[in-house]
């Protein structure tokens, strides 16, 4: 079992940044893989990027403006969101699963966070 806690979500202008952060309880922190997913309103809920012990996966519309990350030791996994879009406006979720090949699929996920609002303006 883990649990997950998202922050860091804001209303931002187009072209800032945002961090977002996901801590995980549970000692065993380094044998998940993690994942993030948004979803705007009124749209499915699609994946972000996500990462294991050793690999990185992006989703092609994020690709060069996203960086996802963990700090095992802090039990936390980032999101660093660059050049902000207004279509990158949704609910962003943390998402955990048993460490192996990276998924996309949402429903490859046991494990999700409550969801942090981020918000672009034009």
């Known amino acids: 079992q883990v649990q997950l806690v998202e922050s860091g979500g804001g209303l931002v202008q187009a072209g800032d940044s945002l961090r977002l952060s996901c801590a995980a309880s549970?000692?065993?922190?380094?044998?998940?893989?993690m994942g993030w997913f948004r979803q705007a309103p009124g749209k499915e809920r699609e994946f972000v990027a996500a990462i294991n012990w050793s690999n990185t996966y992006y989703a092609d519309s994020v690709k060069g403006r996203f960086i996802i990350s963990r700090d095992n030791a802090k039990n936390t996994v980032y999101l660093q969101m660059n050049s902000l879009k207004p279509e990158d406006t949704a609910v962003y979720y943390c998402?955990?699963?048993?460490?192996?090949?990276?998924?996309?699929?949402?429903?490859?996920?046991?494990?999700w966070g409550q969801g942090t609002q981020v918000t672009v303006s034009s």
């Open positions: 998402a955990a699963r048993s460490t192996g090949v990276l998924r996309i699929q949402f429903y490859e996920y046991s494990y």
């Open positions: 549970g000692r065993t922190f380094s044998l998940y893989d």
